[in-house]
């Protein structure tokens, strides 16, 4: 391998914004290593080491990708520990958090993350073999935070600039951000939410995303039972 930078492997999919979050979400949830392990690896090498597991994983079963409940299961004791949903919910809402009582913030990181989970679990079926190429650290990086920049490769399309921003609260490194092509999926969700709450309030908000991830998690049901009787 060279030293210079870490090509990976992995499934396909199109490149929406949002889309490479989806493929790291999958990517931590084909991880099947110990957090131990985990917290011993370095910002670069814990992005690196969670999509090498990926295709081995997805080639030893591959119906795994068809199947969200068993995909959305696994995802919240593997995907989780690693994407700092919390920093993310408090971004997203920005200064709507100072102002959220603590039940509303609770309330609002269980909506969020159910929200981010539903809608990456769903296009993980969509890879197809594209390459992500993670560049080594980039200058000073402040203690406990780090920026890692990555390169997919698409087959028959152009390049996509990816950058995962990541920060260390405690020993694990933890995933808050991701942007690509200069789009932040924090950013994109803090812009519609900040106008949902001006015109409606955050409970009006809450209230919709939970019953949006009641509906999808009823669709995902079906989804299952259908294919169990086909």
Same mark, same amino acid.
């Given at each position: 391998?060279?030293?210079?930078?870490?090509? *990976?492997?992995?499934?396909?999919?199109?490149?929406?914004?949002?889309?490479?979050? /989806?493929?790291?979400?999958?990517?931590?949830? +084909?991880? #099947?290593?110990?957090?131990?392990?985990?917290?011993?690896? %370095?910002? *670069?090498?814990?992005?690196?080491? +969670?999509?090498?597991?990926?295709?081995?994983?997805?080639?030893?079963?591959?119906?795994?990708?068809?199947?969200?409940?068993?995909?959305?299961?696994?995802?919240?004791? =593997?995907? #989780?520990?690693? *994407?700092?949903?919390?920093? +993310?919910?408090?971004?997203?809402?920005?200064?709507?958090?100072?102002?959220?009582?603590?039940?509303?913030? &609770? $309330?609002? =990181?269980? &909506?969020?993350?159910?929200?981010? !989970?539903?809608?990456?679990?769903?296009? =993980?079926?969509?890879?197809?073999?594209?390459?992500?190429?993670?560049?080594?650290?980039?200058?000073?990086?402040?203690?406990?935070?780090?920026?890692?920049?990555?390169? @997919? #490769?698409?087959?028959?399309?152009?390049?996509?600039?990816? @950058?995962?921003?990541?920060?260390?609260?405690? /020993? &694990?490194? +933890? @995933?808050?951000?991701?942007?690509?092509?200069?789009?932040?999926?924090?950013?994109?969700?803090?812009?519609?939410?900040?106008?949902?709450?001006?015109?409606?309030?955050?409970?009006? !908000?809450?209230?919709? #995303?939970?019953? !949006?991830?009641?509906? $999808?998690? %009823?669709?995902?049901?079906? *989804? =299952?039972?259908?294919?169990?009787?086909?």
């Amino acid at each position: 391998m060279s030293r210079n930078n870490y090509d *990976v492997k992995w499934g396909s999919g199109l490149f929406c914004r949002g889309a490479v979050l /989806q493929w790291l979400l999958y990517g931590c949830l +084909m991880l #099947l290593v110990s957090r131990t392990a985990m917290a011993e690896q %370095g910002p *670069v090498e814990m992005l690196q080491l +969670m999509t090498s597991t990926l295709e081995s994983v997805v080639k030893n079963d591959p119906d795994i990708i068809y199947d969200e409940s068993r995909l959305r299961t696994i995802a919240h004791e =593997v995907v #989780l520990p690693h *994407v700092d949903i919390r920093t +993310m919910s408090r971004w997203v809402l920005g200064k709507n958090w100072r102002k959220a009582t603590p039940e509303q913030r &609770e $309330n609002f =990181v269980v &909506e969020f993350r159910d929200l981010l !989970l539903t809608t990456y679990l769903r296009q =993980v079926k969509t890879y197809s073999g594209e390459t992500a190429r993670f560049l080594p650290l980039r200058g000073e990086q402040k203690e406990g935070q780090a920026v890692v920049n990555a390169e @997919i #490769l698409q087959p028959n399309g152009p390049v996509i600039h990816t @950058i995962f921003r990541l920060h260390q609260p405690q /020993q &694990e490194w +933890m @995933i808050y951000d991701v942007s690509v092509e200069g789009i932040s999926l924090v950013a994109t969700h803090r812009s519609g939410f900040s106008t949902e709450i001006r015109n409606s309030g955050i409970d009006a !908000l809450i209230s919709r #995303l939970h019953k !949006l991830n009641e509906s $999808n998690l %009823g669709d995902s049901s079906d *989804v =299952v039972e259908k294919e169990s009787a086909s």
